[in-house]
């Protein structure tokens, strides 16, 4: 026998060795973009944690397709430059090889991902927590997908709520991001519709060390409640502290970026007292349940913000890639939509035994998240539930009051 012909057999005979000892061939990549410094970093850890949590619960229960483990490698977008954020998702795409990604938080960050890297190279992905209207409207070939819902609902809402209380006018100050445009502009757009008034709405730059100007050129007109469209740990903050110390407002409102407690243990629950936030929620349902359950059983608070919609994006992608049937990009996105969506047994977190058991079968499934219903529209976004948060005074910590109607 010659030399090839040896080599060649005996390397024939080690796969089949290999393949008939049960070892995993390799390891199936989804890559997680956070905000892991910047004006998320307070956030991010629950979110990343989740999104964890949904791999272990198909890692126990049998992998992915043959038996692989999925595993989750990380990038830091930075949240506020999307430079950064490109850079990291062509990491984890190039050199990491991902077959999806998770992320991003921040939405700008989310659209500088999708333009520069995910729609060029095929990448599907799921956003736990970018609002922005703007990424609607993406000409993303059907592979941006959200399981939070867009700020066209959550300003629509939230203006809602202020009616509600009988809050009629309002100062509105936002980031100067995809985000906060989108937000601000959701807001002003449904309060003025509602009856409401407002005296002013101004963009700021994120990380500046002064906003005085801007907030007295806001509470000029004498309105007593300005509305914080930022970052607890950036400018959101900021600005609050700086509006407490001048005097100028009576009421804070915040949207989903200023729900965190670092922004209670930085300026003090005694001075928020009254304050008043939305963000995305979860429903009463059986996977809303069973995700509490899990989640608090892996030491996981379910009601830390984005943590239920980062385990709904994780568990997703990996019934997609079971159903597609193999670990590659091509034909995700479809199959994302199959399993999110009926018909199908319904599929609740945690079961993913039961999941690929059907799939293998060739039966179809509809994944019922811990945020509830998951049925992606044409833009890939999802109708979800915005619940009202205010503060307690006492535990120095965010509370949440339930889901607004």
């Not at 060649?8 to 905000?35: C, E, M, N, Q, R």
């Not at 819902?149 to 939230?158: A, L, N, T, W």
């Not at 202020?162 to 002003?188: C, E, F, P, Q």
């Not at 959101?236 to 009576?250: K, S, Y």
Request: glycine share 12%.
């Amino acid at each position: 026998m010659t030399s090839n012909l040896k080599c060649s057999f005996i390397a024939a005979t080690l796969l089949i060795v290999l393949l008939g000892s049960g070892v995993a061939i390799a390891d199936v990549k989804i890559g997680f973009l956070g905000g892991f410094t910047g004006p998320l970093k307070s956030m991010t850890p629950a979110v990343h944690k989740a999104a964890k949590l949904a791999v272990k619960h198909v890692n126990q229960q049998g992998g992915v397709l043959d038996g692989q483990n999925i595993i989750i490698p990380n990038a830091d977008t930075t949240c506020s430059d999307i430079t950064a954020a490109a850079a990291a998702a062509t990491r984890l795409v190039n050199d990491e090889k991902v077959v999806a990604l998770i992320g991003a938080l921040c939405s700008g960050a989310t659209i500088a991902v999708a333009n520069q890297v995910a729609i060029p190279g095929g990448i599907t992905m799921v956003s736990p927590a970018s609002s922005s209207p703007a990424i609607t409207t993406l000409d993303d070939a059907d592979l941006v997908f959200r399981s939070s819902p867009s700020d066209v609902y959550q300003g629509s809402v939230m203006a809602r709520l202020l009616l509600s209380k009988g809050i009629r006018h309002i100062a509105i100050t936002y980031v100067d991001n995809d985000w906060g445009r989108g937000m601000a502009g959701a807001l002003s757009g449904a309060f003025t519709a509602g009856g409401g008034k407002i005296a002013g709405s101004q963009a700021h730059e994120e990380g500046k060390a002064d906003y005085r100007a801007h907030i007295r050129s806001l509470a000029t007109s004498g309105v007593d409640t300005l509305v914080v469209l930022a970052y607890a740990n950036g400018s959101g903050q900021v600005v609050i502290r700086q509006a407490i110390e001048t005097g100028d407002f009576d009421r804070f409102v915040g949207g989903d970026g200023m729900v965190s407690n670092t922004l209670i243990a930085a300026i003090g629950s005694d001075k928020l007292r009254g304050m008043i936030a939305t963000k995305p929620g979860r429903p009463d349902t059986r996977g809303a349940r069973e995700f509490n359950r899990l989640a608090w059983r892996a030491n996981l608070n379910p009601a830390a913000i984005f943590a239920a919609q980062s385990y709904d994006a994780a568990f997703l992608l990996a019934l997609a890639i079971e159903k597609n049937g193999q670990a590659e990009r091509a034909g995700l996105s479809k199959t994302l939509r199959a399993v999110a969506s009926p018909p199908g047994e319904v599929i609740l977190p945690g079961e993913w035994q039961k999941a690929k058991t059907l799939l293998k079968a060739g039966k179809d499934i509809n994944y019922e998240g811990a945020v509830g219903s998951l049925d992606f529209d044409q833009a890939g976004d999802v109708s979800g539930v915005i619940v009202e948060m205010g503060i307690n005074v006492r535990e120095g910590s965010f509370i949440e009051f339930g889901q607004v109607r």
